[in-house]
């Protein structure tokens, strides 16, 4: 864990993962898996200082290893790479599928809409304030009210299953954005 570094890339940035003449190498992997307390910051256009919003996120990074591109906003379910070492567990990423999973990351709110590609390193975010993607079947989320995974890489009411998040405002509209403060119980 590094909580003091400095980051080998920014919020909404992916880095490459994987080299541009054999994809069968992985590069950059002594990022993977480190913990940074980081700034957020809002997305500037080209040439232009990136304006900060005073909060702080704790991210995680980690390689896209699902089968497509991760979406900002989208939950992501640690998973242990073909090693099968403990240690890897906390290095690859997929698109979460499991309801209830509380060994997730949400994906870096920050990101542009081509999000993460497969193999590319991104922010995992695990703790502090992000924007998830509301399931695509009815919601009822309550500002306050707590949150986890569903299905489908999105987020719904908790009822009585393990939580990830607490909602900063209500949402009642699915596949939209819903502000939350993240707190995995993992870490």
């Known amino acids: 864990m590094n909580l003091s570094g400095t980051p080998p890339f920014e919020l909404g940035e992916t880095m490459i993962g994987v080299d541009r003449n054999d994809s069968t190498k992985l590069v950059n992997t002594e ?7 980081m700034k957020s910051q809002e997305p500037a256009d080209e040439g232009l200082v990136k304006k900060g919003s005073g909060n ?4 995680i990074c980690l390689r896209n290893t699902h089968s ?4 900002a906003g ?3 379910a640690l998973v242990a790479n073909s090693g099968g070492d403990v240690d890897s567990l906390f290095k690859e990423a997929v698109l979460n599928t499991t309801a209830g999973n509380d060994l997730v990351v949400a994906v870096d709110d920050k990101l542009p809409s081509a999000g993460v590609a497969v193999n590319s390193l991104f922010w995992g975010i695990i703790k502090g304030r992000t924007s998830i993607t509301t399931t695509a079947s009815a919601v009822n989320i309550a500002a306050g009210g707590r949150v986890t995974t569903a299905t489908d890489g999105a987020l719904e009411s908790a009822g009585t299953v393990n939580d990830i998040a607490t909602a900063l405002e209500a949402q009642t509209t699915s596949s939209t954005a ?3 403060n993240m707190h995995v119980p993992w870490y």
């Open 31 to 37: 990022h993977v898996g480190k913990v940074y307390l």
């Open 74 to 76: 989208d939950i992501a």
């Open 56 to 59: 702080q996120v704790w991210a």
């Open 178 to 180: 819903v502000e939350v």
């Open 68 to 71: 497509a591109a991760l979406s």
